[in-house]
Structures are given as C-alpha cells and as structure tokens.
C-alpha cells in the first residue's frame, strides 16, 4: 500500500496546519466582520448541475462518481458513457451557492451577503501553486445589481488580505459586455466572442502571437486577428481608449465609478486598475470581472466577477450576483515560504510529568494556560534530549513537576 497522499493533493504537518488554520480564521472573522454570514454546502453536486454551469474549461475537470448498484448495471447496459455518472465533486463554490440560494431563498435576506470557505475539486494536471482538492475563500452579494457591490467586494477581500500580512498586491478589473464590444468591434460576430475569450484568456501563457496563431487557427479570419492584437498591444489601453472604440457604453461608465471609489478607498494600499485583456475563464460571468495579481506569484491569486444569469438557471428568473474568491493554496504557499509567523500566538511550554504527579502536573498546566499554550509530556529517562526537542520543535521552555521555576531555553 501507499503512503504517500494522491497526486494533487498534499498532507499537512501540524506546523503547517496551525498557520493554515490562523490564516482561515483571520480571513473568515474579517469577513464576519463586514458583514457577511457564513454558509455551508456538500462537495458532491448533480452531475446535471455540474455540467449545465457555464463553468468553461473547468468542465473539463470535473470528478465525476459512478453510479452504483443496479442503476449501474443498467448505465453499462444503456452503452451510453454519459450515463455511468450521475453526481460529481463541486470544481468551484459559485454552483453550489447558485443551487443553495435557489432552495433556501425564501429564508434569507436580500442583498444576500454570504461567505463559503471550503475545499473545491479539479482534475488538473497537478503543478506548484494548482492542486486537485485545495481550498478558496469566497464571498458573495446575491440580490443587488449596484456597482456598489463590486466596490464592496474589492474593499472586503483587500482588507481580509492586509489582516494576514499578505500585501504588494494590485486588483485588475474589466467587464465582459466591454470586451465583447471591443472583439466585436475588431470584427468578429457576437457568436464567435466566446471562443474569442477563450483564446484571449490564454494571453499570459502564450502571449500576443500565441493568441493569435490560435484565432487563426480555429478558422476565424487574420485580418480580425490583427486588428484585435493591434488593439491588445496599446499600453496602457485605457477607458478612453474603450470608449473611443465602442463609443459610450453604461458598461465604461460603471467601470469608472468602481474605480474611483475601490481606489479612494485602497488609500494607495493596493491600486484596481483597468485590464482589457483579462476574461476569467468561467463561462458564466455576464458584466464585471476582476483578478487579484502579485509580483509575488506568476499568475492569479484570487479572482471573481458578476453572474447574473446563473441563478436563474434553477429560478427561471434573472437574479443579479457577484462574488470573488481568495485563491488560499497560493496564499498560504507564498507565506509559509517567506517563514510566515503567527503574530497573535502564545508561547508554548511543555508540562513534564511522570505517574506519581500526573494529577498535579494537568492543574499546574490548566494555571499555566492563562499565559501559555500548555502540552503535558511524560518525562523521558534522558532530560536532556527532550529539552533539545521541544527547544528544536518551538517551545519556549518546560516546567518540571518537583520544581517551581520554568526552564526557558535559550537562558
């Protein structure tokens, strides 16, 4: 049997997991704190569900499950593969929140503002900072269609980064009824702009030629292409540049007014800016779009957008939604690397025991837990390697039952 952990996903060490747990908690209760509620969902989704969600590429990855027994025996029967499953793991949080608020709509508040931390699951093809399990941290605003809930949204994911220590980071924001205007205006038809994205949402990885080659390539005409690229290569290509193209758009006008006061609000912190190119690779996005970036690490650590249309898949309704989510994998990975330490934490004493004072020594570390984090440990034939241990695993001393002063290490 193996005993190392299924490639895409990780073991944790408990110094690892003490972090992991310190940096959820501090971006939930900063969440909390804004005013958002916490909710929970399964991680396994219907199939159906799963695969009506606009989710893009990430309907490639789904991990589908079997279905068991004698409708399996009868999937097989059928010779039909579409058959043999009939649920599958959640690839992100916004089809499970989309399905929950459908079923629980008429118990909770509007503007619904909602938080979901929780671990999603993708077949990637498994690489630093891409997992198959990992976790993201979400928040949503279900049930306004105000700029103001982006601005919100920004302010809130920004500030729950700041209380982590997580700073040197900008937000690039763009809207999806812009950039079909600007693919439209190169042109291409309204019905190519999908897959126009698509190739658009490769630029980083592929670059410019890389954007083009594959437009090309999928039959669409060069001269669209180039004119496109063309576009693509004004640096910086600004709102006026977007509206000089498209001319005035409600779409720029809110871009604007988000701007200008996430950027008020950032106090030169951290800057939103301006992205044409960026797409967010979910299909079901319908206005604005944003990605958090860091020099810190190649490619997007957070991101999100507006998907007004995906809860009216379960309603029949169109009921307007936004939401953005803290990419926690590469978060943590980039902290842990630069030696992350907990700011708040107690300092750790172990309380060394043996069987006749055990009673004694468990009182004098319930005493000692006002200022410590406390662990009894029998004590050893050899002091001296434990004292050299619990030195090596970040304790701060010992206290030895049969002896009143603490051993602090280091003195």
């Not at 003490?18 to 991680?43: A, H, K, M, V």
């Not at 970036?293 to 507006?306: H, T, V, W």
Request: hydrophobic content about 40%; some cysteine.
């Amino acid at each position: 049997m193996k005993i190392t952990p299924v490639k895409g996903t990780a073991d944790y060490l408990p110094s690892e997991v003490l972090i992991r747990d310190y940096l959820q908690n501090t971006i939930l209760e900063t969440y909390r704190s804004c005013g958002f509620e916490r909710i929970t969902t399964p991680i396994i989704e219907d199939i159906e569900n799963l695969d009506k969600s606009d989710g893009g590429e990430n309907l490639n990855l789904i991990f589908k499950i079997l279905k068991r027994g004698e409708k399996m025996d009868e999937a097989v029967a059928s010779g039909d593969p579409k058959e043999l499953c009939d649920m599958g793991l959640r690839y992100d949080l916004t089809l499970p929140l989309t399905r929950y608020y459908a079923n629980n709509r008429a118990k909770l508040p509007s503007p619904f503002k909602v938080i979901q931390i929780d671990k999603v699951y993708r077949a990637e093809r498994p690489q630093k900072g891409r997992m198959r399990e990992f976790v993201q941290c979400d928040i949503d605003i279900i049930g306004s269609n105000s700029y103001t809930a982006e601005v919100e949204l920004i302010t809130t994911t920004a500030k729950a980064l700041q209380a982590i220590g997580f700073d040197g980071f900008n937000i690039r924001i763009n809207d999806r009824q812009l950039l079909r205007a600007i693919i439209m205006s190169a042109g291409f038809a309204a019905e190519d702009c999908d897959s126009v994205c698509i190739s658009l949402d490769k630029l980083d990885k592929i670059a410019a030629e890389g954007v083009r080659a594959e437009l090309v390539d999928k039959g669409f005409a060069a001269d669209k292409a180039d004119r496109l690229m063309a576009a693509i290569a004004v640096s910086p290509f600004t709102l006026d540049d977007a509206q000089r193209i498209c001319g005035e758009l409600d779409c720029i006008a809110n871009l604007r007014r988000i701007m200008e006061l996430a950027n008020s609000l950032a106090g030169g912190k951290y800057a939103v800016e301006y992205d044409m190119t960026l797409v967010r690779g979910q299909g079901y996005y319908t206005g604005t779009v944003f990605e958090i970036s860091s020099p810190k690490f190649r490619g997007a650590i957070g991101g999100g957008g507006r998907y007004d249309n995906l809860i009216g898949k379960f309603l029949g309704e169109s009921i307007p939604a936004v939401g953005f989510s803290i990419g926690f994998e590469r978060i943590a990975g980039i902290l842990l690397e630069q030696n992350y330490q907990i700011p708040t934490r107690k300092q750790r004493l172990a309380v060394i025991y043996n069987d006749e004072n055990f009673p004694e020594a468990l009182r004098r570390a319930e005493t000692l837990r006002a200022q410590y984090d406390v662990t009894l440990v029998e004590a050893p034939k050899k002091l001296g390697k434990l004292f050299g241990k619990l030195e090596e695993a970040g304790y701060a001393g010992c206290a030895i039952m049969g002896q009143d002063e603490l051993k602090l290490f280091g003195n």
